[in-house]
């Protein structure tokens, strides 16, 4: 499994992805679920994926395929973000036509999803939650933000702080916060992380980072809200 948010704040977007794969307790792999396309000046698109790896990586694969191919609609021509999610729903349903009856036969379930934000020339940053159908649905200013995979561990911190008016800085660390919780109470979410954060119309990336275990800032978060949390506790009166 796996744990991948998203949000699209006033100052730009935020993305998190954790790398976590597993196949039971003794298989577990480390397998990346950001993918970034970037044509600096033009545009940049940050893919998220969760679901079957097999799956995730297919539909992966045929985007970076149509982005090489001489026609055709691929990521790096869509005119607009809207466009752009359609490819990936449109490549998502090519990989169901094909392997999805395959795949029932052998008694599983054809999961994938994901999260696909972004700037354009000439358009907002937007962001889009991408579906196993090839449907999607749009970020809105009231729900400015997107999660996959082991989502409900994280939700709370998010849903309480998060609003569109948040800085970048406060989304990161909210995001952190909020994977730092899913880590905590799901084994099949871990490091490394691939953290990016978006400043609206940059139109490239400059801040992208990975995240291991003996990142400073990470522990910091993970051990002083752990505390904090804590200490709200006890501060709390017992009930009558």
Known sequence: MTYCVAMRLDAGLVFLSDSRTNAGVDHINTFRKMTVYERAGDRVLVLLSSGNLAISQAVTTLLQESNHAAEGHCLMNAPTMFEAARVVG???????????EDLKEFG????????LGGQIAGEAPRLFQIYAAGNFIEATPETPYFQIGESKYGKPIIDRVIHRGRSLAEGA???LISMDS???SNLSVGLPLDLLV????????????SIENDDPYFNLIHNQWGESLRQVFAELPDMP
């Open 198 to 209: 978006y400043e609206r119309d940059a139109l490239c990336v400059a801040k992208h980072v």
């Open 108 to 115: 599983i379930e054809f999961t994938a999803a994901f999260i």
């Open 173 to 175: 660390k909210c995001a």
């Open 90 to 100: 449109d490549a998502l349903r090519e990989v169901r036509r094909r392997d999805a």
């Open 182 to 184: 899913t880590i905590r």
